[in-house]
């Protein structure tokens, strides 16, 4: 069969049918050009590849998706919110626990380029503490004491990635002066070192539970629609009953039970794990829902004709043809876990400190008497909120590239 | 049609009796129960009673009975809305829980109407005013708001509250006015920490119902019927809401079913941060003090919220769609 491009480049201008001009301006809509003259201009440079549609599937979803500005934003901050994690014990000026007794409460700082008067390499003032009237601690500015910001300073010990122990941070100032972006908590900990540190755990949290549900949701799904009979309706039961339960009922419920002496690490993957057992239900739905249309498909038909076994057809034909459909339902499953994690931990039933998430930290800003003198310990929210719309958008601007169809 | 409800209602007996074995197990799942905790907290402070009173104590409640044996106890009340007896509260759990069951139905409620109310108005608009400045604007927040949560919402409303009016925005009543005798100020105050919570346990659904409401006339608008209709001459306003509308609706309703787990979730979630009578601030309280009959009540009745609230929503479509098959 002649291709479109062949057919328009054996014509010469003046014969081009109206029919292949409109599927040529088509085809040049759907490859994200303005016009079929743009393209032609592009084609005769030699940037786009002579055959129809030459592109194959996944570079056009991402032509479609690059073209959505609002998910390219979000996957971009994304992007930047996971660098920060993985990055996190280098980028944070200090570590989860440094405190300083001194600075209990401390508004956030300025960064300040000015010096009396005259330009300064950034500097943060050091501050003097009083006690007002009402027995708060205020801070002044002590503007006699200038700290500049160094780049790659020593301060607390830890380890990059849980591996190379070192003690070179992104930044810091010098002994004697801190350093607080984001103000300080109760105890004297720097919140901009937290809320770094605490994405780590809210962040993976995020991604261990979508990775865990996928897996259930995935092999689960596929069964049930690939075998059919009882195993379809035992497994599509089980979904109901898990899904007649509000899932905040029964994530606090089964939290709940996560006894207290459990170790950080045990805790966490007992979350993790609660937080799947929900999500996996959705992904395993929607895929029974393609498996059930693709089982008669002619070329998983010939698969099996042609003797080969389940697996072959289920890994080879059935888990490509719905990637797609796993890629977008994990990324709009994202802010549903990471808020989860947030409001459980929030109500006390999930992490508990020390380990530190967005939710622990927002546990911690509880109280709003506090919040009404300490504003910047809401903060951690802020962030939260961001993650969250940023994942919102960017599911959404990889479901209309992937699968514009459903859901 | 009858005998389809009457099936629907038999229906929902054996799937209750599962739900209520699963509930109890799960709420059974921690280790320990209610007197054990007691005595654990109580004991960090340096008090509580000695094992022997903590036994004595279990065997006169019954937990030291076999679980198979707790369950059925605790079921067989059920029809005399016996639920057991709430050891955290000293009191029947009926009695607990009623009144809090009835607040976050009643602002459940609220929030369907409020979602009703504004989704279906502005997306009659927005899809008569396809493209408009005023569409672009309501479809973006519409974007929005379904993606913040209520929770969220409801932190940044006491946050905002606290920091920049200055004043308690939550639970039902200000302070002065709490334990006042009813007066117009009183009745003022308590719908101004009304229909916070109402807004926040709507917004998001709103949001969803306005895109669907939208999409849905468009769909119809450009319809047959609807060009048939504008070309006899028919009164616009006539032929959208005569017409279109009521054909744009109907899908509304399942729809605004699979709403309403969302708004359960969200009233446990909001009346916790914002300390309204829900049924989540004493749920979150019996789950960390094991008390098990009411944690489990509530689980159950939150489940069964749900259930009857999809029964309502299968129901109604009945009713309104012919096209539905209810034999």
């Given at each position: 069969m002649q291709t479109i491009w062949e057919r328009w480049t054996s014509l010469d201008s003046k014969k081009k049918s109206k029919e292949i001009v409109g599927q040529y301006e088509k085809l040049a809509e759907t490859l994200g050009y303005q016009s079929a003259e743009e393209l032609e201009s592009d084609v005769e440079a030699g940037k786009v590849p002579e055959t129809e549609y030459g592109l194959s599937q996944w570079r056009l979803i991402w032509k479609k998706f690059a073209r959505n500005r609002a998910a390219i934003v979000g996957g971009v901050i994304i992007g930047i919110y996971y660098l920060v994690a993985i990055f996190g014990n280098f980028i944070a000026p200090y570590g989860l626990t440094t405190r300083s007794r001194d600075h209990i409460h401390m508004p956030p700082q300025r960064v300040r380029m000015v010096h009396e008067g005259s330009l300064h390499r950034p500097f943060v003032y050091g501050t003097i503490r009083e006690l007002d009237e009402d027995f708060r601690l205020t801070y002044e500015l002590d503007t006699d004491r200038v700290y500049p910001i160094r780049f790659f300073t020593q301060g607390d010990r830890y380890r990059l990635f849980g591996l190379f122990e070192t003690d070179v941070h992104l930044f810091g100032v010098d002994d004697g002066g801190v350093v607080a972006l984001l103000g300080t908590d109760r105890q004297g900990r720097d919140l901009f070192s937290r809320i770094i540190l605490g994405s780590q755990v809210s962040l993976s949290i995020g991604l261990v539970g979508v990775l865990f549900s996928l897996f259930l949701g995935t092999i689960l799904g596929i069964v049930s629609g690939y075998f059919g009979k009882w195993v379809d309706d035992l497994i599509q039961r089980l979904i109901e009953l898990i899904r007649s339960f509000p899932s905040i009922s029964l994530w606090m419920a089964l939290s709940a039970a996560v006894p207290q002496h459990w170790s950080v690490m045990q805790t966490y993957f007992a979350i993790t794990i609660i937080l799947s057992l929900i999500g996996w239900t959705w992904l395993a739905r929607q895929l029974r829902g393609s498996v059930l249309a693709l089982r008669n498909v002619d070329y998983v038909l010939a698969a099996r004709l042609s003797g080969a076994n389940h697996r072959w057809v289920i890994f080879r034909h059935l888990i490509p043809a719905t990637a797609g459909h796993i890629i977008v339902v994990s990324t709009l499953s994202m802010p549903a876990m990471i808020l989860a994690e947030t409001s459980l931990s929030f109500l006390g039933l999930g992490l508990r400190p020390p380990v530190t998430s967005w939710g622990v930290l927002i546990q911690e800003a509880q109280n709003f008497q506090t919040i009404a003198h300490y504003p910047w310990l809401f903060l951690p929210a802020a962030f939260m909120a961001v993650a969250i719309l940023a994942f919102s958008y960017l599911g959404d601007g990889l479901r209309d590239a992937i699968d514009p169809y459903t859901i | 049609m009858l005998t389809y409800i009457v099936r629907r209602v038999l229906i929902l007996i054996p799937t209750l009796f599962i739900i209520s074995i699963v509930t109890f197990i799960i709420i059974q799942l921690p280790p320990g129960d209610f007197f054990t905790t007691l005595q654990a907290e109580m004991a960090e402070t340096g008090g509580g009673q000695g094992r022997e009173t903590v036994r004595h104590l279990q065997e006169l409640y019954g937990l030291d009975q076999p679980l198979w044996r707790q369950y059925f106890t605790w079921i067989a009340g059920f029809p005399r809305l016996d639920f057991g007896y709430s050891l955290g509260w000293n009191a029947p759990v009926w009695d607990v829980v009623a009144g809090n069951l009835a607040y976050t139905i009643f602002l459940g409620f609220l929030s369907l109407v409020f979602m009703v109310a504004v989704s279906i108005p502005i997306g009659i608009y927005s899809a008569t005013h396809q493209y408009s400045t005023g569409d672009?604007?309501?479809?973006?927040?519409?974007?929005?708001?379904?993606?913040?949560?209520?929770?969220?919402?409801?932190?940044?409303?006491?946050?905002?509250?606290?920091?920049?009016?200055?004043?308690?925005?939550?639970?039902?009543?200000?302070?002065?006015?709490?334990?006042?005798?009813?007066?117009?100020?009183?009745?003022?105050?308590?719908?101004?920490?009304?229909?916070?919570?109402?807004?926040?346990?709507?917004?998001?659904?709103?949001?969803?119902?306005?895109?669907?409401?939208?999409?849905?006339?468009?769909?119809?608008?450009?319809?047959?019927?609807?060009?048939?209709?504008?070309?006899?001459?028919?009164?616009?306003?006539?032929?959208?809401?005569?017409?279109?509308?009521?054909?744009?609706?109907?899908?509304?309703?399942?729809?605004?079913?699979?709403?309403?787990?969302?708004?359960?979730?969200?009233?446990?979630?909001?009346?916790?941060?914002?300390?309204?009578?829900?049924?989540?601030?004493?749920?979150?309280?019996?789950?960390?003090?094991?008390?098990?009959?009411?944690?489990?009540?509530?689980?159950?009745?939150?489940?069964?919220?749900?259930?009857?609230?999809?029964?309502?929503?299968?129901?109604?479509?009945?009713?309104?769609?012919?096209?539905?098959?209810?034999?």
């Open positions: - | 672009v604007v309501l479809s973006a927040l519409g974007f929005i708001g379904l993606s913040v949560p209520g929770f969220l919402l409801a932190l940044i409303w006491m946050f905002i509250g606290i920091v920049v009016l200055g004043v308690d925005v939550g639970g039902t009543a200000s302070m002065q006015f709490r334990g006042a005798p009813m007066s117009l100020a009183k009745a003022l105050d308590y719908l101004n920490h009304l229909w916070p919570p109402v807004v926040i346990l709507g917004l998001a659904s709103t949001a969803q119902l306005f895109r669907i409401m939208r999409s849905n006339l468009l769909d119809v608008l450009g319809q047959q019927h609807i060009t048939t209709a504008r070309a006899k001459g028919m009164r616009e306003k006539k032929v959208i809401n005569k017409y279109a509308v009521r054909i744009a609706i109907n899908p509304l309703i399942s729809v605004m079913a699979l709403e309403v787990p969302k708004v359960i979730n969200a009233s446990i979630l909001v009346g916790i941060v914002m300390m309204l009578p829900t049924l989540g601030p004493i749920f979150l309280r019996s789950l960390r003090t094991q008390d098990v009959y009411l944690a489990g009540t509530i689980l159950l009745f939150t489940t069964v919220m749900l259930m009857v609230a999809n029964l309502i929503a299968d129901i109604v479509l009945a009713l309104v769609d012919p096209r539905i098959a209810y034999d």
